[in-house]
């Protein structure tokens, strides 16, 4: 063979060996799971996105900054969760002091009624809120960042979109965790997705290329007309238009009002920590608070990690903080939540009157309901954020399902919510995660879906001390209470608290859920022996935390419960 043609051969088959390992090329990201630095950090459910954070903060950019270009990476590269048809809340702590709350959690549309998801015989039809067009709120994520934007931005917000525009349009590589989730979606892609969904596909491989140019296009009209970019002209026509051909309920007049809400954080103390959360429309702060409340009083160091006392203990205060939640709480612009006294310290007191460290309590003697299994799904996001000026930012932010409705808003290239779920569609009937709910949580029109989400930053001295949040359904409240005691009580480092094993009571069902070899057999069977009931499950909330170290360096943790999760920080 004549020499030139040799070189020929061999030049093509490297340009073939090239092409196909770099189609199947694997994500280098390195997603950090815990990492100390002098300045700043950023947690985040996927490494791009803590990365887009880092180059926000290196920018000048704030801590609110970072955390709004972070909502919009993630809409992008975590399409399962992050978002821009969801909605979330945020917690924030600046560096002065001062706390600030914003709720845009979605609302009900206007055509939405206390009945929407029941049949003429008053029974719950199976799937209606959770799937298709008539699960979805009405968004509330573009509101919501625009909100945070205009009290506390630095940078202008096009600076903070053009990074995601960036990943929409050229694209990125997908994990194996994606590409799991992909798969595992697309027979509920086909039912609801048009041909042009980018994510139909035969079957999806880590390393593989995810490009969504008509959600590039959507961000682009956002970055250019601002949060009417969104609720009005064309991306509002391609909502509605996709509501109409599913027999959806959002309309132009559900978008153009939808507005987010500055909140009062909820605020308490234990021993000596200030923990700031969210207050309703979610149940998180008040439910975290309760729980402290209902365990400060006791020596929980002393009992030891994971001992069987210790246990017992949180489960009891956790059995009743959800009992409350599914008599009192609700969207509070709608119903009247007795926040102050139920997480004041004699209700709380009296709430553990008839707690006995010998014998478990009975759910139906806290108050009765119905229950059901939850069904296992992990898919909201948290971001947690600190900047070098030590300002501090706690936002979760959720579609609530995997894919949320997977109803892909066609032209538009987004997911919307299926957070009507949420709502309690019938007294005492449970919702996905098993959780109950009656007359403050019932469906209005406008009113905001009651939320577990616990966006939360703790202080101590008057210093941001911890930044934490999770996805993780009805387990969020539980873990971020859990990794709480772990550092502050059982004097745990941030990551040993994040990665322990965990346990959760909602309540109802009367169990403690468990995650795998998170108990000794020995607890275990103490603890049946006082009448616990035991359902293990393979794992619950996913944290993202900071902790602030004695001298001052920020220790940021992202759960190894997901391979993406990343710490970031410089
Ligand atoms: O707001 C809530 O409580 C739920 N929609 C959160 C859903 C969730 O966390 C799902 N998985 N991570």
Not at 156 to 166: K, V
Not at 217 to 238: H, M, N, V, W
Not at 526 to 547: C, S
Not at 548 to 557: E, N, Y
Request: glycine share 8%; hydrophobic share 40%; with cysteine.
């Amino acid at each position: 063979m004549p020499k030139i043609q040799h070189l020929k051969i061999s030049l093509t088959l490297i340009v073939l060996v090239a092409l196909f390992s770099c189609r199947q090329a694997k994500p280098s990201y390195n997603p950090t799971k815990s990492t100390i630095t002098e300045n700043a950090m950023v947690v985040s459910p996927h490494p791009l996105a803590s990365d887009i954070g880092v180059e926000i903060l290196k920018k000048g950019g704030n801590a609110v900054d970072a955390a709004i270009a972070v909502q919009f990476a993630i809409a992008v590269c975590y399409p399962r969760a992050g978002n821009l048809g969801g909605g979330g809340f945020m917690v924030i702590r600046t560096k002065d002091g001062t706390i600030d709350a914003l709720d845009y959690r979605e609302k009900a549309p206007a055509k939405a009624h206390r009945d929407m998801y029941l049949d003429s015989l008053g029974n719950v039809m199976e799937g209606m809120s959770t799937e298709g067009h008539k699960a979805s709120g009405v968004p509330g994520t573009v509101a919501g960042l625009f909100e945070a934007h205009s009290r506390y931005g630095k940078l202008p917000m096009d600076e903070l979109i053009r990074p995601a525009i960036r990943l929409a349009e050229k694209g990125y590589i997908i994990t194996a965790t994606e590409a799991e989730r992909f798969n595992r979606y697309q027979e509920a892609f086909r039912k609801y997705n048009t041909p042009s969904s980018p994510f139909l596909k035969e079957h999806w491989t880590e390393g593989d290329e995810l490009v969504q140019s008509e959600l590039a296009k959507t961000l682009e009209r956002i970055r250019a007309g601002s949060a009417k970019g969104f609720y009005e002209g064309e991306t509002a026509d391609q909502i509605v238009a996709e509501m109409t051909s599913g027999g959806g309920l959002i309309t132009h007049e559900d978008l153009k009002n939808y507005r987010a809400t500055w909140r009062k954080p909820i605020v308490g103390d234990y021993k000596g920590y200030r923990v700031i959360s969210m207050p309703p429309s979610s149940s998180g702060g008040v439910a975290l608070l309760q729980m402290l409340g209902m365990v400060e009083n006791y020596d929980l160091g002393k009992m030891g990690f994971h001992s069987t006392d210790a246990v017992h203990l949180m489960v009891e205060a956790e059995r009743r903080a959800y009992a409350d939640r599914a008599q009192h709480l609700g969207d509070s612009d709608f119903y009247e939540v007795p926040i102050d006294s139920l997480i004041s310290e004699v209700y709380l007191q009296q709430r553990m009157a008839d707690f006995s460290s010998a014998q478990a309590s009975l759910s139906d003697s806290v108050l009765a309901g119905n229950f059901k299994l939850a069904k296992e799904s992990f898919e909201t996001t948290h971001t947690s954020v600190i900047d070098s000026e030590g300002n501090a930012v706690s936002v979760t932010t959720t579609l609530n399902s995997n894919f949320g409705s997977k109803v892909w808003v066609d032209g538009a290239g987004f997911f919307l919510n299926n957070e009507m779920d949420d709502f309690s569609v019938k007294p005492g009937i449970p919702n996905q995660f098993g959780l109950v709910g009656a007359e403050a949580n019932a469906i209005q029109p406008g009113k905001r879906m009651l939320s577990s989400m616990t966006p939360t930053i703790v202080e101590k001295d008057g210093k941001v001390f911890m930044v934490l949040g999770a996805p993780g359904g009805s387990t969020i409240m539980t873990a971020v209470f859990q990794i709480f005691i772990n550092v502050v009580e059982f004097n745990m480092n941030l990551e040993d608290a994040v990665n322990a094993g965990r346990f959760h009571h909602q309540w109802l069902p009367d169990q403690i859920q468990m995650e795998k070899g998170a108990l000794d057999s020995t607890t275990i069977h103490a603890l049946k022996a006082m009448g616990h009931q035991f359902r293990e499950v393979d794992y619950m909330a996913v944290i993202k935390a900071i902790q602030v170290l004695s001298d001052g360096k920020l220790h940021g943790v992202a759960d190894t419960r997901n391979p993406d999760d990343t710490a970031r920080g410089f």
